[in-house]
């Protein structure tokens, strides 16, 4: 299996003025095209600092890191930007949803922003919701949706560019039970169908056991997992 995401000796401190945390140690880490992976680990372990690197949200402070063969922290950032909303989607625990928009239009909206038409944003956006099995709420609010239907609706704004890598932090972390197995359940059959590559956060073991492979963390470093 290639790798699609290729890090090494990932380093990351945050400087306060007054103390400095190293978050990440020297990490390396390899992901497979199309490889469904969880990260795991304790609160405070670097999984989120990790997960911002690697998709380039974050500056590292040492290290490289290779997205299909290509450095994202050596692009300038306009490029690093159209980079990300053309090849990666991101669900965070925390819906996001804009409460004036109806499902629909949250989910086009970052085509919108990409500069799409109308049109084929809305045709991609109600294709997008079909994938949820939500289309039929295309026109509600999320204040008119269940947490697990918000969720769904987060899901398919991230699939709506059709990306290359899903990165999820915490996805199901606001969820109850039912509505977090059956958001993962989805997960898992969108990574078989459309073959996209799947990296997700989590301190959930039921989430990481569904998974391909667990990569764990421990105080910034990577202490089992990481041979894909």
Known sequence: ????????????????????VKALKGVDVDVG?????????PSGCGKTTLLNCLSGLDELTEGQVLI????????KDNARTEY???????????????????AAENVELPLL?????????????????????????????????SGGQRQRVTIARSLVN????????????????????????LLIRLNKENKQTFVLITHDPSIGNKCQRIIEMRSGLITKGNQK
Do not use: C
């Open 84 to 102: 990300r909303a053309k090849k990666m989607g991101f669900i965070f625990q925390t819906f996001n949803l804009l409460p004036v928009l109806t």
């Open 68 to 75: 299909e063969g290509q450095d994202v922290h050596a692009m």
């Open 33 to 41: 095209k199309g490889e469904m992976v969880a990260v795991m680990g």
């Open 113 to 145: 922003v990409s500069g799409m038409k109308l049109k084929e944003a809305r045709q991609k956006a109600e294709s997008a919701l079909e994938l949820v099995d939500l289309k039929e709420w295309k026109n509600h609010k999320p204040s008119e949706l």
């Open 1 to 20: 299996m290639s790798s699609i995401i290729s890090a090494k000796n990932v380093h990351k401190t945050y400087d306060t003025g007054k103390i400095q």
């Open 162 to 185: 059709e990306p290359t890598i899903v990165w999820g932090d915490e996805p199901t972390g606001n969820l109850d039970t039912e509505n977090s197995n059956d958001v993962l359940d």
